[in-house]
């Protein structure tokens, strides 16, 4: 339809109605239907919806749905026919502008502001975190490679950066951001390292502590990563550096560089955007990951340049797709244990991020991958592990 042909003239002219009309046209484009019957159509239950996405981005998408004002039957796949379309970049919400210069201006991940996200996301519970994820607790994405559930691809995962990084037993390993230590608790067990973890969160130390094996030679220091002076010959970051933020990036880099002893190896594990100048997601930022920011794979290769070679990149984004499912899977099944805990609009803002998510990484708008560097490059050449 000409949207040109309606004008404010017209005796039918309706706001609302063209805002619809217009959307109903940008959403064919996705194979999206509003109020279709396909399990990945958009059904409105409540008026306004279009008009807050419109001006709001996701934002007001995710708000309206934790309202209960629209519904998918498959909002994964409501998300992946979304985003595999690139209809974001048809619509520039009006009312985000500050929140686009806010991020680029304002370093939204000081020191004093890096414990935010573990008081607000990482301390929801233990027992919370323990019903969705896997057995070792493992908050980042799984290797499906040859996997058939979440436990074999955490475990998968784990082992394949304990073999990146080349461990032998008698190293002194830091990792930083090591929630719960599930990473250090299977390197130590299985590879006979030693493993200090940085965490900004204390219920991650303090259940940390309480479930490691007796004997194991893990620590738990609850710091802010900038503050690490110690130096290890293997340093590893799993899922820690979307907190970083693109005033950090260097300092971060200038931090592993110091830790790092000259022979050593550093592998970073980090979820990653296709577009450098691209805003953090407004919904995300507000409800899931507070000051949170995805790097560009340019921007991390940028801020690596004058300290490191890059010795080998490896993306398996499409893993995290089938990772936030599994999630999702445990979530659904062990809600009641928290209903009374937490509410209805706790429960689809949950959903939302997990199937949001999933979607998003089906489409491969965004990115895993797990870098490993070195400080001056591996004698002889690295060989790639997989």
Known sequence: MNMTLLKKSDASFDPSLTSHRYVADLLEQANIEINGDRPWDMQLNASG?????????????????????????????????LTRAKLHLSVKPTQLVYHSLRAKLVNRQSAKRAWEVGERHYDL??????????????????????AANLDEAQEAKLDLICRKLALKPGMRVLDIGCGWGSFMAYAAEHYGVECVGLTISKEQAEFGKRVMKKGLPVEFRLQDYRAETEVFDRIVSIGMFEHVGHKNYREYMDVAHRCLKEDGLFLL???????????????IDKYI????????????TDAAEPLF????????????????MAWHEN?????????????????RMWRYYLLSCAGAFRARQIQLWQLVLSKQGVVGGYSRVS
């Open 289 to 300: 990951f507070p000051n949170g920011e995805l790097p560009s794979l340019s921007q991390v």
């Open 125 to 146: 519970g233990n027992e919370f975190y323990a019903a969705m994820l896997d057995q070792r607790m493992t908050y980042t994405c799984g290797y499906w490679k040859n």
């Open 269 to 283: 594990h980090t979820i990653g955007k296709n577009v450098t100048n691209t805003p953090p997601d407004p919904w």
């Open 331 to 347: 979530f659904e099944a062990n809600w009641l244990e928290f209903r009374d805990r937490f509410d209805d609009t706790f429960y």
């Open 309 to 324: 070679v890059v010795e080998d990149v490896h993306n398996f984004g499409a893993d995290y797709d089938k990772t936030l």
């Open 49 to 81: 919806v279009i008009e807050n996405a419109l001006s709001r981005g996701n934002l007001g998408l995710g708000e309206s749905y934790m309202n209960g004002d629209w519904d998918a039957e498959s909002l994964d796949q409501f998300f992946y026919h």
